[in-house]
């Protein structure tokens, strides 16, 4: 049963990421470095707020805690910590890049691709076991991918690179958990900004005035950065990388009813048949959590009756 809470945590987190693309669009006029800077920016002075204002006795737990590891512990969380960071920002500016000046099919293509490297890298770099049905599911994915990359070939390689720093980075941070999540994604989203101060006076446009980026930028920043973001680091304390891996795909699903139906952006029969197929996979990897709360209901219901 606890492990439900972070399945619950990971779905959520995609769910959220799905209607990225609806913040997204409406401030594409805006240089993708731009919303990259204010992005981090706001996403480091809100969270930093909220952790010196909220979360003082958390702060100092976590310190004494990581001050009596010993130092090769401490030197792979350090290591950890800001790697993620460099990975998580590329992976932002990659992706925003995409969405506002190739399509968001491809965006949504890169979170297709990206549940199948996560189980790669997490197979490899950690040696996470994958029952068969889930190799299965990882076939059925792989499979959709394929399909869906033969009309898309300009799309790919912009897919490939969002998907596997996305994929490095929830592997890298399957292993950083010892610290609070929140105070670890306030670092790495402080690192980050720092490292990218002294580019913004050269790379930024002029200030924007407008209310709707601020609006839009309110909007990526708490509900599409800090939320899911959190969620999704939380969800790898108590889940394989792996198995958020897959649940990734929900993001890309809602993604793409969104070009269909809010961007109408045209898509064929043959894009159709490999969203449908992926939706299969997710129920088949994760079948052993659906069916079993399923088999224990009906167990439950049996029990009662023979009373």
Same mark, same amino acid.
């Given at each position: 049963?606890?492990?439900?809470?972070?399945?619950?945590?990971?779905?959520?987190?995609?769910?959220?990421?799905?209607?990225?693309?609806?913040?997204?669009?409406?401030?594409?006029?805006?240089?993708?470095?731009?919303?990259?800077f204010?992005?981090?920016?706001?996403?480091?002075?809100?969270?930093?707020?909220?952790n #010196?204002?909220?979360?003082?006795k958390?702060?100092?737990?976590?310190?004494?805690n990581?001050?009596?590891?010993?130092?090769?512990?401490?030197?792979?969380?350090?290591?950890?910590?800001?790697?993620?960071?460099?990975?998580?920002?590329?992976?932002?500016?990659?992706?925003?890049?995409?969405?506002?000046?190739?399509?968001?099919?491809?965006?949504?293509l890169?979170?297709?691709?990206?549940?199948?490297?996560?189980?790669v890298?997490?197979?490899?770099?950690?040696?996470?076991k994958?029952? &068969?049905?889930?190799?299965?599911?990882?076939?059925?994915?792989?499979?959709?991918c394929?399909?869906?990359?033969?009309?898309?070939?300009?799309?790919?390689?912009?897919?490939?690179?969002?998907?596997?720093?996305?994929?490095?980075?929830?592997?890298?941070?399957?292993?950083?958990?010892?610290?609070? &999540?929140?105070?670890?994604?306030?670092?790495?989203?402080?690192?980050?900004a720092? #490292?990218?101060?002294?580019?913004?006076?050269k790379?930024?446009g002029?200030?924007?005035?407008?209310?709707l980026?601020?609006?839009?930028?309110?909007?990526?920043?708490?509900?599409?950065?800090?939320?899911?973001?959190?969620?999704? #680091?939380?969800?790898? &304390?108590?889940?394989?990388?792996?198995?958020?891996?897959?649940?990734?795909?929900?993001?890309?699903?809602i993604?793409?009813?969104l070009?269909?139906?809010?961007?109408?952006?045209?898509?064929?029969?043959?894009?159709?048949?490999?969203?449908?197929?992926?939706?299969?996979?997710?129920?088949?990897?994760?079948?052993?959590?659906?069916?079993?709360?399923?088999?224990?209901? &009906?167990?439950?219901?049996?029990?009662?009756?023979?009373?």
């Open positions: 049963m606890k492990k439900y809470k972070y399945y619950f945590a990971a779905f959520t987190a995609f769910f959220i990421w799905g209607f990225f693309s609806l913040a997204l669009k409406p401030i594409s006029n805006y240089p993708s470095l731009d919303i990259l204010y992005r981090v920016f706001f996403s480091v002075l809100t969270m930093t707020a909220i #010196l204002v909220f979360r003082q958390n702060i100092r737990k976590n310190w004494n990581f001050k009596a590891m010993p130092q090769k512990r401490k030197r792979t969380i350090v290591v950890l910590t800001l790697a993620g960071s460099l990975i998580l920002a590329s992976n932002w500016f990659i992706f925003i890049y995409v969405v506002n000046h190739i399509n968001v099919k491809a965006g949504s890169a979170y297709l691709i990206c549940p199948i490297l996560t189980t890298f997490a197979f490899f770099l950690l040696h996470e994958l029952s &068969k049905w889930q190799w299965v599911a990882v076939a059925i994915s792989a499979f959709s394929t399909l869906l990359s033969l009309n898309n070939l300009h799309d790919i390689f912009y897919s490939l690179v969002v998907a596997s720093t996305y994929a490095l980075y929830l592997v890298s941070q399957r292993k950083n958990s010892e610290i609070d &999540k929140f105070l670890v994604l306030n670092i790495q989203l402080l690192f980050v720092l #490292l990218i101060l002294p580019f913004y006076p790379y930024s002029a200030i924007p005035t407008e209310p980026f601020y609006a839009c930028l309110f909007c990526i920043v708490v509900f599409f950065t800090i939320v899911p973001l959190f969620l999704n #680091l939380y969800a790898l &304390k108590g889940i394989n990388s792996s198995t958020v891996g897959i649940l990734m795909y929900i993001n890309p699903i993604n793409f009813a070009a269909i139906f809010y961007f109408k952006e045209q898509v064929t029969l043959l894009q159709m048949i490999s969203y449908s197929l992926i939706l299969v996979s997710i129920i088949v990897f994760n079948q052993k959590i659906i069916f079993a709360k399923k088999n224990k209901s &009906k167990t439950i219901v049996e029990d009662s009756k023979s009373l």
